[in-house]
C-alpha cells in the first residue's frame, strides 16, 4: 500500500464548477499537508499549505485536512480554464522537511 | 528571477551511457533535492542535501549519485543509464516546507 493514495482521474468538468480533489494517507505522523499544482510541462509549485486539521481557504481554493480519517480535500470553486492542471498533495511528517507525493490527479476545465 | 535551473532541458541516452544533470538555484536556500517523475507513480525522491557538504538517499537512489558543489549547485550523475532510468527528472530546493521546482529535465534511455 502507497503511504499516499490519490485518485489519478483524468477529471474533466466545466467552467464555473466546484471541483473536489483528495488524497487518502496511512501514516499518523503527517502534520503538514501541502497542495501542489503542475501545468502540462512544467515542475509542480506549491498552491496551499496547512498544518494538522482544519480549512485554510486562499481566493478560490480551500484546503481541509481530517487526521482522524487521514483524508486531504482540496476545493477549486468557481472553476477555470486556466486551472486544468495535476494536482498533487504532499503530506510530511516534518522529519528533515521531506514530502511524501501523492501520484497527482489531472483536471481539465472546459471552457 | 531565475528560482531553481536545470540543464539540460531534453536528454537521450544509449544504455550504459553517462551523463550529469545539473541544477543550481539563486534563492540562497539551504535544502535541495532531486526527483523523478513517472506516470502513475507521482514523484519520488532520489538523493537530497539539507546543506552544504551533506547528501542523503531518498526513497529510489540506485543508479544515481549526486554532488552538492556548493550552495547553489547539487548535480546528479547516472554512471552507466538504464532503460528503467527513462523518466523526467526535476530539482527543487527549499526554505520550510516551501519547494521550488525547476522546469524538469526529460530523460530517454534507449
Known amino acids: 500500500q502507497k503511504e499516499v493514495e490519490q485518485d489519478p482521474g483524468p477529471l474533466s468538468v466545466p467552467e464555473g464548477a466546484i471541483v473536489s480533489l483528495n488524497c487518502t494517507y496511512s501514516n499518523s505522523a503527517f502534520q503538514y499537508f501541502m497542495w501542489y499544482r503542475q501545468y502540462s510541462r512544467k515542475g509542480p509549485e506549491l498552491l496551499m499549505y496547512t498544518y494538522s486539521s482544519g480549512n485554510k481557504e486562499d481566493g478560490r481554493f480551500t484546503a481541509q485536512v481530517d487526521k482522524s480519517s487521514k483524508y486531504i480535500s482540496l476545493f477549486i470553486r468557481d472553476s477555470q480554464p486556466s486551472d486544468s492542471a495535476t494536482y498533487l498533495c504532499a503530506p510530511s511528517s516534518g522529519s528533515a522537511r521531506q514530502l511524501t507525493f501523492g501520484s497527482g490527479t489531472q483536471l481539465t476545465v472546459l471552457p | 528571477n531565475a528560482g531553481v535551473t536545470q540543464t539540460p532541458k531534453f536528454q537521450v541516452l544509449k544504455t550504459g551511457q553517462s551523463m550529469t544533470l545539473q541544477c543550481a538555484q539563486d534563492m540562497n536556500h539551504n535544502s535541495m533535492y532531486w526527483y523523478r517523475q513517472d506516470p502513475g507513480m507521482g514523484l519520488r525522491l532520489i538523493y537530497y542535501?539539507?546543506?552544504?557538504?551533506?547528501?542523503d538517499k531518498g526513497e529510489v537512489p540506485n543508479g544515481y549519485n549526486v554532488s552538492r558543489l556548493n550552495k547553489r549547485e547539487f548535480s546528479l550523475r547516472l554512471e552507466s543509464a538504464a532503460p528503467s532510468q527513462t523518466s523526467v527528472y526535476f530539482c527543487?530546493?527549499?526554505?520550510?516546507?516551501?519547494?521550488?521546482f525547476g522546469s524538469g529535465t526529460r530523460l530517454t534511455v534507449v
Open positions: 527543487a530546493s527549499s526554505v520550510g516546507y516551501g519547494y521550488t
Open positions: 542535501s539539507a546543506s552544504e557538504g551533506t547528501t
